[in-house]
């Protein structure tokens, strides 16, 4: 993802608000709505293959719950992030309040970021760990992204999905049933080619 993002669209906005005049029916519709938006952003996490984020410039509201989702996230130096929502009189509803707290492992500042909507910009991103890289300028960061993606790439699908499939379902589990789902992945995923060609030395990998 190559993200710079502004926010909101109000005109977008507005449009998937209902106009049934009964209340009931408009929450209702709404809510299927906003689900679906929901799943539009759960789609990056749940990606088989690694989402890499090179942010630069201002990455605000949408633009934060879109990178939340990712695997790893890059930044320019001139970049920064805003929980905005709260200053448009809605809570952010498709994953940052989800999150970012389990990205951050700090509630008071993430409730921080989201109750007062303050620009936090590269360097506290890269202290707080939102971020793992801060580079200097966008060419940089977007570079720096499809070389990291290309040495992704070159190794083994079966053990990068595996990776990553595993970690996500870790951060969500306790450490046994984590522990259980790898040995459980394992005991398939040992039995093909991939990993007798990886100790061989080999790097040509059928995709997956």
Known sequence: ???????????AFLSVVPRQPDHAHKS????????????????????????????HGACIGGGVDMICGTDIRLMSADSFFQVKEVDLGLAADVGTLQRLPKIVGSQSLVSEYCLTGRKVYSDEALRVGVVSRVL????????????????IAAKSPVA???TKSNLVYSREHSTQEGLDRVALWNSAMLLGNDTV?????GKEF???
């Open 136 to 151: 200097p300028d966008r060419s940089a960061v977007v570079e720096c992204a499809l070389d990291m993606a290309q040495g």
């Open 197 to 201: 060609t990886a100790m061989s030395g």
């Open 206 to 208: 059928e995709d997956a």
């Open 160 to 162: 990068v999905q595996g």
């Open 28 to 55: 209702l519709q709404l809510i299927e709505t906003i689900r679906k938006l929901q799943d539009d952003f759960t789609a990056v996490e749940k990606c088989r293959k690694p989402v890499i984020a090179a942010v």
């Open 1 to 11: 993802i190559n993200a710079e993002y502004g926010g909101i669209d109000l005109g």
